[in-house]
C-alpha cells in the first residue's frame, strides 16, 4: 500500500469521523474515494470498518497483512476503548489482537513485520509496547512515557581502568571528555544514541574500543557496522590489537570470509560464543541472530543508505547505539545540533600532528613525479586515488613511465576480495611505495607510514569525500601533502570550484566539522 494512499485514508477517516466531507456516510465510513490497491487487489473501506472508527493503520513490509486501531465507545458504560486488530490484505481473517480496557494504538510493524509495536495509554501514562501480530508475547518497551528502557551498565571495572591505562598515546582533552559522556549514557537505563564528530585520526575507535569493551563487561554483545570490506579488516585487527591482553573474542563479517567461515561465525554470534562481531552491511542480514545486543556502534554513519538505516532504526530501539563520523551528513548533523540525538565533539588534534597541505593543481606529469620522488626520499609511501577502474592500469603505466623504480599495488572494489585483502597488507608491510586505488580506501584507513595522497578528477568528489580521503594522510608526526589534480579550471561546474576551494581553504586540523556545517 502506498504511503499517499495511507495518509488520504487516515486524513479522509478524520474527516468522515467529524461528518466534514461529502464522502463520509452518516455512519462515518467512507463511500467513495476506495481506490487503495494492495497485491492488485481492491480494499473497500467497508471491509475495515467492521466495527467502530478506525484510528490508524499500518502495512507490513510484505503487504500481507494490515494492522488498525479501532476506537470504540459504549454508551451504557459511558466510556471509550481502543482495540488493535490484524487482518489480511485482501480483507480476510479479521481478529482482535488486544483484549482489555487499555487504550491501545498507533500500530508500526517492526523487525521485519515478525512484531507490531504500539502505544498502550493506561491511567494517562503512554508506554510502547510490542507484540506478536497474534496478539501472544507481548512486551512493555518503555518504562516512563516517551523514555525507551535499556540496559544500564555497570560503572568501571578494573579491567576497563586497566585497558584505558594501556593506550600508548595521551588521551586529548576532548577525548577524555567524549569517553565520560559515552560511559555516563551506557551507565544509564534510557538507551544510548550518542554522535561522536571527532576529525580523521583524532582517536574515535579508541573510544568506540572501550565503549565495545565496556559492553563486554556486561556480558553484553557489541556490533561494529563499517561501509567497506576493507575498514571492517582494519577494525578487527585495531580491536584485536588492543583487547588482545583481555578474554573477549572478536570476529568480523564482509564477503572476503568463506561461506564455511561465515556459517560458523554466526551459529557462534548466536550462541552467546562471540562479544565483539565487526562486519559490513551483511551485520543487518536475515540470518545475523544476536544472543544478547547491548551495544551498536556505527563508523562512517554518512556512508550507508536509507535501506540500511531502516533496517537499524528496527535493531536499536532498545540497545545503546554510537554513531562515529567525520563529517556527519546534514540530517544527522542538525538531529544533533537540535538535540533529538546527543553530540559529542572532538576537535584537539593529537599531540605532534600537523596540518595537511592541500593544493589543486591541473592534471601534470610534473606535479606527480615530483610528489613521488619527495615522499619516497624520505623513506614514506603515497596514494593514489582514481575512482574508473579502467584507469588505473592507464596511471600505473604513467606512473611506471615517470618514477621507473616505484613499486605499485592496485585495489579496488571488483577484485577478489581475498586478492583486494592481501594488497592491502602487502602495501602495510611496505612491499610497495604506492597504492593505487579507488575511494574503497577513503574509510578509516589507517597508514602512519603514508603521508602523500594524490586524488586524481578531484572535482567529481563530494565534500565530506575529499574531506575523508584527505584524512587517510598526516597520522604521524610528519608533514603530509594532498594534492587534488583536475583538468582545466573552465571544464567543470561553477559548484565543483567551489567544493575545491573550500577543501583547499579548510585544511586546519579540526575543520571536519567545519565541511559539515558548510554542507548543511
Request: negative net charge.
Amino acid at each position: 500500500m502506498k504511503q499517499s494512499n495511507l495518509l488520504f485514508m487516515s486524513a479522509a477517516m478524520m474527516l468522515a469521523s467529524c461528518g466534514g466531507t461529502k464522502d463520509a456516510g452518516q455512519n462515518g465510513t467512507l463511500i467513495e474515494r476506495s481506490d487503495i490497491k494492495i497485491e492488485g487487489k481492491r480494499m473497500t473501506p467497508e471491509a475495515l470498518w467492521a466495527m467502530g472508527r478506525i484510528g490508524s493503520v499500518a502495512v507490513s513490509p510484505d503487504e500481507k497483512q494490515i494492522a488498525y486501531s479501532v476506537a470504540y465507545y459504549s454508551v451504557p458504560e459511558n466510556k471509550s476503548n481502543n482495540e488493535l486488530f490484524v487482518m489480511n490484505a485482501d480483507g480476510s481473517s479479521n481478529r482482535q489482537i488486544t483484549r482489555d480496557s487499555w487504550q491501545e494504538s498507533q500500530p508500526v510493524w517492526i523487525k521485519d513485520g515478525k512484531k507490531i509495536a504500539f502505544l498502550c495509554n493506561e491511567s494517562g501514562s503512554s508506554q510502547v509496547w510490542e507484540m506478536n501480530p497474534d496478539g501472544t508475547e507481548r512486551k512493555q518497551l518503555t518504562r516512563y512515557e516517551g523514555d525507551i528502557e535499556g540496559f544500564a551498565f555497570s560503572p568501571d571495572s578494573f579491567l576497563q581502568q586497566e585497558l584505558e591505562a594501556s593506550f600508548i598515546y595521551e588521551d586529548t582533552p576532548d577525548q577524555i571528555k567524549s569517553t565520560a559522556e559515552v560511559k555516563a549514557d551506557m551507565e544509564r537505563e534510557r538507551p544510548m544514541d550518542r554522535l561522536i564528530c571527532g576529525d580523521v585520526g583524532f582517536g574515535k575507535t579508541e573510544i568506540a574500543i572501550r565503549a565495545a569493551f565496556k559492553a563486554t563487561c556486561d556480558n553484553k554483545q557489541v556490533a561494529v557496522l563499517v561501509p567497506t570490506t576493507v575498514l571492517a579488516f582494519q577494525h578487527y585487527q585495531t580491536f584485536k590489537e588492543r583487547l588482545k591482553e583481555f578474554p573477549v573474542r572478536i570476529e568480523y563479517l564482509s564477503r572476503a570470509r568463506k561461506a564455511s567461515e561465515v556459517k560458523a561465525i554466526l551459529k557462534d554470534l548466536a550462541d552467546r560464543k562471540i562479544d565483539i562481531i565487526i562486519g559490513t552491511h551483511k551485520l543487518i542480514g536475515k540470518d545475523v541472530k544476536f544472543n544478547d545486543l547491548g551495544l551498536l556502534i556505527v563508523d562512517e554513519e554518512q556512508k550507508f543508505g536509507v535501506a540500511v538505516k531502516e533496517k537499524l532504526k528496527q535493531m536499536k530501539v532498545n540497545v545503546d547505539t554510537l554513531t562515529m563520523s567525520a563529517t556527519p551528513i546534514p540530517r544527522t548533523l542538525q538531529f544533533s545540533l537540535m538535540g533529538a540525538r546527543d553530540l559529542s565533539v572532538i576537535s584537539t588534534p593529537p599531540a605532534n600532528r600537523h596540518p595537511i597541505q592541500t593544493e589543486v593543481h591541473a592534471f601534470n606529469d610534473d606535479i606527480i613525479k615530483e610528489a613521488i620522488n619527495f615522499e619516497m626520499s624520505r623513506g614514506g609511501q603515497i596514494f593514489f586515488v582514481n575512482n574508473r577502474i579502467p584507469q588505473l592500469y592507464e596511471l600505473e603505466n604513467t606512473i611506471h613511465r615517470l618514477v621507473p623504480d616505484a613499486r605499485v599495488v592496485i585495489g579496488h572494489g571488483q577484485m577478489p576480495p581475498e586478492k583486494l585483502e592481501q594488497a592491502i597488507i602487502d602495501f602495510v608491510n611496505y612491499d610497495y611505495d604506492i597504492l593505487l586505488a579507488t575511494t574503497i580506501i577513503e574509510s578509516g584507513i589507517d597508514m602512519p607510514n603514508t603521508n602523500t595522497i594524490i586524488i586524481n578528477d578531484a572535482q567529481n568528489f563530494g565534500l565530506s569525500e575529499l574531506h575523508q580521503l584527505r584524512g587517510r594522510v598526516g597520522r604521524s608526526n610528519r608533514k603530509a601533502f594532498c594534492y587534488l589534480l583536475t583538468p582545466p579550471r573552465h571544464t567543470f561546474s561553477v559548484d565543483a570550484r567551489r567544493r575545491l576551494q573550500a577543501i583547499e581553504s579548510f585544511s586546519e586540523l579540526g575543520s571536519g566539522i567545519h565541511i559539515a556545517m558548510q554542507d548543511l
